[in-house]
C-alpha cells in the first residue's frame, strides 16, 4: 500500500475534481468540462478517486486516478445511467471493488451494484448496457466486512415485511441467507475492524427498540435498550462502538453520544448533549462530533414549544418537507454548527470551532453520517485535523471555503486552502 499520500480531493466551484496537499500547494485539477461531480471518495491506497458525476443526459460513477497528467485523460466510467442515477459509493476495504446505490424511481426503490477495480480499468464500465443491482431496496444501507468477502445489508424499512438484515456474499448474491434479525430503527449497520463483532438495531418481539453487539464465538449478544433512532459506528482500532440516540421517544437519532467497550460489556457517556453526527479518528483516540450551536433555538422556533422541554429531550423530530405545516424555506435554512473533540480514553471534551457548513455537508452528508463514516473520512491519516467546507456568506451555503482544522488545543484556527463544495481526505 502507498504510504504518506496526505492529500485532499475537493470539489472545486464548477463542480469539478481537483486534489490538494492540506498545506496548499501541490494543487491538481483531475477533471474538465462535461460533468458535474459530487462525493468523491478515495480508494484504500488513495491512488484512485471515485465520484459521482452528473450530465445533462445521465449520471454516472467515474473514476479518476490522483496523478499530475489526470486532466489529460477522461474520467473512466464505472457505471452509467440515464434512469438510474447513482445517490452514493463506497470501496471495499481491500480496495478491489466498489459498491455503489442506484436511484430506482420507476420501482420506488434503491439498487445495490458492486463492480470490479480490475474489470473496470481493463474492460470498461459492467452496467451501461445491463443495471443489474445485488439488491433492491428502500433504504439501503450497509458495512463491507474488512476482507471484502462480505457485506452486511440493512434494506427495507421497519415496518415492511420484507425488511432484512443480513450478511450477503457480494459475488454470489442470489444465494439465499435469512435476516439475522427484525431491524430495528437504525441505518447504517457496522462490522467491527476485527471482523469479530458487528453491530445494529433491533425490535424484539415486544416491540422494544435494541441496540445489538454480535459475533463470531459470542456466548450471547450485548443487549442495549435505547429511545429513538440509533446511529453507531465502530472505533477502526479496538472493540469499542460509539452511538448516538435520544433521551425520549423520538424519531430521530440525534442524542448523547455514548460508548460501549465489548469486552466489559459497559456503557460511558462521552458527551451529554443533542450530538448531530460523529467521525472516529483512523487511531481511535478521538471523536469528532458536532452539535448545532444554537440548538435551543432552534428547537424552540421548529419542534418544540419550550426550549426546556427541548433541553430535557435530547434529540428532536425529523419534519416531512412534503407536510403542507412545514416551512418552504426549512429545507434551504443552514445551522451554525458546533464542532468537539473529545478523547476517547479520558473522556475530555474541547469545543474546537463554531461554523456554518456547507449546504452539501449540512443536508447531504451529516444525516446520513453513519453510512459516510465508513466511506468518507474528514479526518487527516495521522489523525491531527479535520477538512471542512466552511461557508463563508450568509447568502449561501451552496459554496465554500476548504479549511483544515487542527484538532489539539491550541493548535490554531482553521485554515483556508481551496474555495469547494465539500471536500475529503485521503486514507494514507
Not at 476495504?93 to 439498487?111: K, V
Not at 433492491?136 to 438484515?165: K, M, Y
Not at 450551536?293 to 422541554?309: G, K, Q, S
Not at 482544522?405 to 494514507?428: D, K, L, M, T, Y
Amino acid at each position: 500500500m502507498t504510504q504518506g499520500v496526505n492529500r485532499i480531493v475537493f470539489i472545486n466551484p464548477d463542480g469539478e475534481l481537483e486534489t490538494i496537499s492540506p498545506d496548499g500547494s501541490g494543487r491538481r485539477r483531475l477533471t474538465s468540462g462535461g460533468l458535474i461531480f459530487q462525493f468523491p471518495a478515495w480508494s484504500p491506497n488513495s491512488r484512485y478517486i471515485a465520484a459521482l458525476g452528473l450530465s445533462s443526459t445521465h449520471a454516472g460513477v467515474f473514476l479518476v486516478e490522483d496523478a499530475p497528467d489526470a486532466l489529460s485523460r477522461s474520467p473512466q466510467p464505472i457505471y452509467e445511467s440515464n434512469r438510474n442515477i447513482p445517490i452514493y459509493a463506497y470501496w471495499s476495504p481491500d480496495g478491489q471493488h466498489i459498491s455503489f446505490i442506484t436511484n430506482r424511481l420507476a420501482e420506488n426503490a434503491l439498487g445495490l451494484h458492486v463492480v470490479s477495480l480490475n474489470d473496470t480499468l481493463l474492460n470498461g464500465p459492467t452496467d451501461i448496457v445491463g443495471d443489474n443491482p445485488i439488491a433492491v431496496g428502500q433504504p439501503c444501507f450497509w458495512d463491507w466486512s474488512a476482507d471484502g468477502r462480505r457485506i452486511l445489508l440493512h434494506i427495507g424499512s421497519t415496518n415492511e415485511d420484507d425488511a432484512q438484515l443480513k450478511f450477503i456474499d457480494p459475488f454470489k448474491p442470489h444465494q439465499r441467507r435469512r435476516s439475522i434479525a427484525r431491524p430495528g430503527f437504525f441505518q447504517a449497520p457496522g462490522i467491527a475492524r476485527s471482523g469479530q463483532f458487528w453491530a445494529f438495531g433491533q425490535v424484539d418481539q415486544a416491540g422494544k427498540l435494541q441496540l445489538v453487539v454480535d459475533g463470531h464465538d459470542v456466548p450471547s449478544r450485548l443487549v442495549i435498550p435505547h429511545q429513538g433512532l440509533a446511529a453507531m459506528s465502530w472505533s477502526p482500532t479496538s472493540a469499542q462502538l460509539a452511538y448516538i440516540s435520544p433521551t425520549e421517544p423520538l424519531q430521530t437519532y440525534y442524542g448523547p453520544l455514548r460508548l460501549l467497550d465489548v469486552s466489559t460489556a459497559k456503557v460511558r457517556m462521552l458527551a451529554d448533549d443533542v450530538v448531530i453526527a460523529f467521525f472516529w479518528s483512523p487511531d481511535g483516540r478521538w471523536i469528532a462530533y458536532f452539535t448545532i450551536a444554537n440548538a435551543a433555538e432552534y428547537l424552540h422556533e421548529r419542534i418544540f414549544p419550550n426550549p426546556d422541554i427541548a433541553a430535557r429531550a435530547g434529540g428532536f423530530l425529523i419534519e416531512d418537507p412534503s407536510s403542507e405545516s412545514a416551512d418552504e424555506g426549512d429545507d434551504d435554512q443552514t445551522s451554525l454548527l458546533n464542532l468537539w473533540a473529545v478523547d476517547v480514553e479520558s473522556g475530555e471534551a474541547h469545543l474546537i470551532t463554531t461554523f456554518m457548513p456547507a449546504r452539501s455537508f449540512d443536508s447531504l452528508l451529516l444525516p446520513f453520517f453513519d453510512q459516510y463514516a465508513l466511506s468518507h473520512r474528514i479526518w487527516s491519516p495521522n489523525s491531527d485535523a479535520v477538512v471542512l467546507p466552511i461557508a463563508e456568506s450568509d447568502e449561501t451555503a451552496d459554496i465554500a471555503g476548504i479549511y483544515i482544522v487542527p484538532i489539539a488545543r491550541r493548535s490554531g484556527p482553521p485554515r483556508r486552502i481551496a474555495e469547494g463544495a465539500i471536500a475529503f481526505w485521503s486514507q494514507c
